[in-house]
């Protein structure tokens, strides 16, 4: 069973071991944590993901879109990674939706701890050849 305290083990030994990990993400006029986003690549993961996950009080605010954009500045500026994927349900409407505003295809299918899911991904080229490390920059 993964506990809270498991959870918060994994994501600090993420960053330690890897070098990155994922963020807490802060609406910031009030300073409300409303999710966290950033990169994910366990050991057996079927590559370097960009994950996200909000509160349900704030979706469909582009907190997500927001957040995953400037992750991708990050892991494709600053990382030099040349390629992301990030691993969807194929009935979460919603999270294959950011995927595509991020500029994410579906690039194939594979079977994660049992559950069938969507590989969307992304190569550095292409997120550069179409304007990606300026979007979403306005909001920072
Ligand atoms: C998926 C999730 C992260 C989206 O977060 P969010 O902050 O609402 O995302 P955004 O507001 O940036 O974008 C959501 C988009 O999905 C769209 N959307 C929401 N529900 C949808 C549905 N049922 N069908 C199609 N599109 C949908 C929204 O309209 C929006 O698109 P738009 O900007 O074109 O209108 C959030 O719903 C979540 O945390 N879900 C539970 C955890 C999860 O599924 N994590 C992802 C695992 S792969």
Same mark, same amino acid.
């Given at each position: 069973?993964? *506990?809270?305290? *498991? ?6 030994? /993420? ?7 994922? !963020? ?15 990169? !994910? ?6 590559? $370097?993901?960009?994950?996200?996950? *909000? ?9 997500? *879109? ?9 892991? !494709?500026?600053?990382?030099? /990674?040349? /390629? ?33 899911? $969507? ?22």
């Amino acid at each position: 069973m993964v *506990t809270l305290e *498991t959870d918060r083990l994994l994501l600090r030994g /993420h960053w330690q071991l890897r070098g990155y990990g994922l !963020f807490a993400v802060e609406e910031r006029r009030l300073g409300l944590l409303v999710g966290r986003v950033g990169l !994910f690549n366990p050991e057996g993961w079927p590559g $370097l993901e960009v994950g996200w996950l *909000t509160a349900r009080p704030c979706w469909g605010r582009g907190y997500a *879109t927001e957040a995953a954009q400037a992750v991708l500045r990050w892991a !494709f500026l600053d990382l030099k /990674h040349p /390629h992301l994927i990030s691993l969807i349900r194929p009935a979460n409407a919603a999270s294959i939706r950011v995927a595509e505003k991020l500029g994410e295809r579906l690039q194939g299918r594979t079977v994660l701890q049992g559950n069938e899911v $969507l590989v969307y991904g992304l190569g550095r080229d292409d997120w550069l050849a179409s304007g990606g490390s300026s979007a979403g920059q306005e909001a920072n």
